[in-house]
């Protein structure tokens, strides 16, 4: 049950888009629709902001976007904002009836 | 407003034991799957455990097969994490956190402090 690998870092200038990446496996992301996103923010508890790949529960912003495509699942944060630095986890169930969360990724707003 | 507080956690000697309560309020207990998750300061989100609504099937990451329980008491709406042979490497946040279905983590608790040291 390693990590999925995402990126250390992701930056960007605000009101430009970002994408961050969670590369798994035909065991986890590539062969489930059960992949979710969370932001944490310094000191916080995780935060669901994408679930089920691409779908936002309520009061999610629609500048944050999932998608998937084989074994990579992938978060797109547009226009983004000074509030959005925060680090970001990818999370999947996998075929051992169990999750895997990705390694993390921070989020930079330069 | 849902709630969800940890208790039972603090520092513990290698080897020792630790049962972590996290205890709900704010929603109907007994119709969402539960779980923990742990962090190390600094360091990313674990899964650990997860447990479904009526407390039949239970599933652990390797690290916690055969050392870790999970548990709840529908009656109490309460949920445990039974922590046995604690190793340092336990040291970490243990947060809880309800399950809208399908592992959607809609929930979490404020999370609470595990050390294993001698």
């Known amino acids: 049950q390693s990590a999925l690998t995402q990126p250390a870092s992701v930056s960007g200038s605000p009101g430009q888009s970002i994408t961050i990446s969670c590369t798994g496996s035909?065991?986890?992301?590539?062969?489930?629709?059960?992949v979710s996103w969370y932001q944490q923010h310094p000191g916080k508890a995780p935060k669901l902001i994408i679930f089920?790949?691409?779908n936002r529960p309520s009061g999610i912003s629609d500048r944050f976007y999932g998608s998937k495509s084989g074994n990579t699942a992938s978060l797109t944060i547009s226009g983004l904002q000074a509030e959005d630095e925060a680090d970001y986890y990818c999370?999947?169930?996998?075929?051992?009836?169990?999750?895997?969360f990705g390694s993390g990724t921070k989020v930079t707003v330069l | 407003e849902v709630q969800l507080v940890e208790s039972g956690g603090g520092l513990v000697q290698p080897g020792g034991s630790l049962r972590l309560s996290c205890a709900a309020s704010?929603?109907?207990?007994?119709?969402?799957?539960m779980h923990w998750v742990r962090q190390v300061p600094g360091k990313g989100l674990v899964w650990v455990s997860r447990?479904?609504?009526?407390?039949?099937?239970?599933m652990y990451a390797d690290f916690a097969k055969g050392r870790f329980t999970i548990s709840r008491d529908n009656a109490k709406n309460t949920l445990y994490l039974q922590m046995n042979s604690l190793r340092d490497e336990d040291t970490a946040v243990y947060y809880c956190?309800?399950?809208?279905?399908?592992?959607?983590?809609?929930?979490w608790g404020q999370g609470i402090p595990v050390t294993v040291s001698s």
């Open positions: 089920e790949v691409n």
């Open positions: 704010g929603f109907t207990f007994n119709m969402h799957w």
């Open positions: 999370n999947s169930y996998t075929n051992s009836r169990t999750g895997v």
């Open positions: 956190s309800r399950d809208l279905g399908l592992w959607k983590l809609i929930d």
């Open positions: 035909t065991s986890d992301v590539g062969g489930y629709k059960y």
């Open positions: 447990i479904n609504e009526v407390g039949s099937d239970m």
